[in-house]
């Protein structure tokens, strides 16, 4: 059973930066295609951004987060980074990892098999 563990979120004024973390356990991390999205109440859920295992880590990003956001991963430690930074109120949400098995860059949360249970990252204004 793979499990995925995020941390990093928290409370950060407007322009500033954080970066999540997603611990991986359980399973073969470094097949996954690993995803980022977000959530707010009354919303759907978000793509924020995807790296593959192939093609020394293809990346995808959402239009709202490009040139602000950096995914990453280290397949050493089982990890996968979200580096946030210009972070605006807007982007204020649970913030959730997951991973999808068959290794496609996908934008929609029906393709991802695993998920973690999330973390709160609130932008003040």
């Known amino acids: 059973q793979v499990q995925l563990v995020e941390s990093g979120g928290g409370l950060v004024q407007a322009g500033g930066s954080l970066r999540l973390s997603c611990a991986a356990s359980g399973g073969t991390f470094s097949r996954y295609t690993m995803g980022w999205f977000r959530q707010t109440p009354g919303r759907e859920r978000e793509f924020v951004a995807a790296?593959?295992?192939?093609?020394?880590?293809?990346?995808e990003y959402a239009g709202s987060v490009k040139g602000r956001f950096t995914i990453s991963r280290g397949n050493a430690k089982n990890t996968v980074y979200l580096q946030m930074n210009a972070l605006k109120p807007e982007d204020t949400a649970v913030y959730y990892c997951?991973?999808?098995?068959?290794?496609?860059?996908?934008?929609?949360?029906?393709?991802?098999?695993?998920w973690g249970q999330g973390t709160q990252v609130t932008v003040s204004s």
């Open positions: 790296i593959t295992s192939w093609g020394g880590g293809i990346t």
């Open positions: 997951a991973a999808n098995r068959e290794g496609d860059i996908a934008r929609i949360d029906l393709a991802y098999d695993y």
